[in-house]
């Protein structure tokens, strides 16, 4: 497993306005959906920056496609439009797909294992939160939320923490 950077395919729209954050900023990551199957990088990058929001950049920091592929798709120092008063302290990561319709499927926690340690090789220690949870959404929808809360479960069960501590 790989996460594949595709940051210099998506880049960052000049002149449209983006903050760039410190490591000590970030203390969560969130979780999203996508809403809709089938959507590629090209996509989302076309719906957030052209057509849908005119942002300067994909709301997220990480891509989940169906297969079970990985995008990086923003730095993660780059404050991106995940959830609007939660930014600069989060890392958004979006799952393809429409999880009040879709199961859950073996590659999600794979995926977010693979994530969750590769940011813990780079010293991040961060809490595991859901776009519902700050915000009056479907996203990351019904079957994510209870994938995410047993995952938060599993890992308080094998660590006694959600991340033990770093020294």
């Not at 950077?5 to 000590?24: A, D, F, H, W």
């Not at 950049?57 to 780059?78: A, L, M, P, R, S």
């Not at 008063?85 to 294992?113: A, P």
């Not at 959404?137 to 994510?144: L, Q, R, S, V």
């Amino acid at each position: 497993m790989e996460i594949i950077n595709v940051q210099t395919l998506y880049p960052i729209i000049k002149g449209r306005s983006y903050k760039l954050r410190s490591k000590s900023d970030i203390k969560d990551i969130m979780i999203h959906h996508s809403g809709s199957n089938r959507l590629t990088v090209a996509d989302l990058y076309k719906l957030h920056t052209d057509t849908l929001h005119k942002w300067a950049t994909i709301g997220y920091h990480f891509y989940i496609t169906k297969t079970g592929t990985i995008y990086q798709v923003n730095d993660i120092f780059t404050v991106v439009n995940g959830c609007q008063d939660r930014n600069t302290r989060v890392i958004h990561i979006c799952f393809e797909g429409d999880y009040n319709k879709d199961i859950i499927m073996d590659y999600h926690k794979k995926c977010l294992d693979f994530i969750l340690q590769w940011l813990l090789d780079k010293r991040f220690s961060l809490n595991i939160t859901w776009h519902a949870q700050y915000k009056n959404t479907y996203c990351p929808g019904t079957n994510m939320i209870q994938f995410i809360k047993a995952y938060i479960k599993l890992k308080n069960t094998q660590s006694q923490l959600i991340w033990p501590e770093l020294e």
